[in-house]
C-alpha cells in the first residue's frame, strides 16, 4: 500500500504541474484539446486523493476491500486519465478506445471504497 500512497502523491503533484503549464502555455492547444486535458486532471487529482483515502481506510482498518479500490482507482487513472493525455500530445490509435475501461474502474473502485467504509467501525 505505500507504493499506492507514493503513487497518488506522485500523480497528485503531477496534476498540479501539468494544470499550471496549461494555464500558461495552452493558448498553443485547440478548445478540445484543453477541455479533454482539463477533464483528465481533475479525475487525475480527484482519484489520486480518492487512493489515499483507501490506503488510509486500509492502514486503520486492514480490510482488503480497501486495497482493491486503490488498485481499481489507480488503474482508471493510467487507464483514463493517462490515455487522455497521451491522445492530446500523441496520436494513440486505437489504445484510446481503453479509456471507457478506465472510467469503469472508478466507478468500481467508489462502490468498493463505499462497502469497505460500511464495514469499519466506529467507536463511541
Excluded at 12 to 32: N, Y
Excluded at 83 to 108: R, V
Aim: proline share 2%.
Amino acid at each position: 500500500m505505500s507504493i499506492l500512497s507514493t503513487f497518488s502523491g506522485i500523480i497528485a503533484a503531477a496534476c498540479v504541474l501539468m494544470a499550471a503549464w496549461l494555464s500558461h502555455s495552452g493558448d498553443k492547444l485547440s478548445l478540445q484539446q484543453v477541455s479533454n486535458l482539463e477533464t483528465a486532471l481533475l479525475f487525475a487529482f480527484i482519484h489520486s486523493i480518492a487512493i489515499f483515502i483507501a490506503v488510509l481506510l486500509f492502514n486503520q482498518t486492514k480490510h482488503k476491500l480497501c486495497q482493491y479500490a486503490a488498485c481499481l482507482f489507480g488503474f482508471g487513472l493510467l487507464s483514463f486519465c493517462g490515455l487522455i493525455i497521451l491522445k492530446t500530445f500523441l496520436p494513440i490509435g486505437m489504445l484510446s478506445k481503453l479509456t471507457p475501461m478506465g472510467g469503469i474502474a472508478f466507478a468500481l473502485g467508489w462502490i468498493v471504497l463505499g462497502f469497505a467504509g460500511s464495514k469499519c467501525r466506529t467507536s463511541s
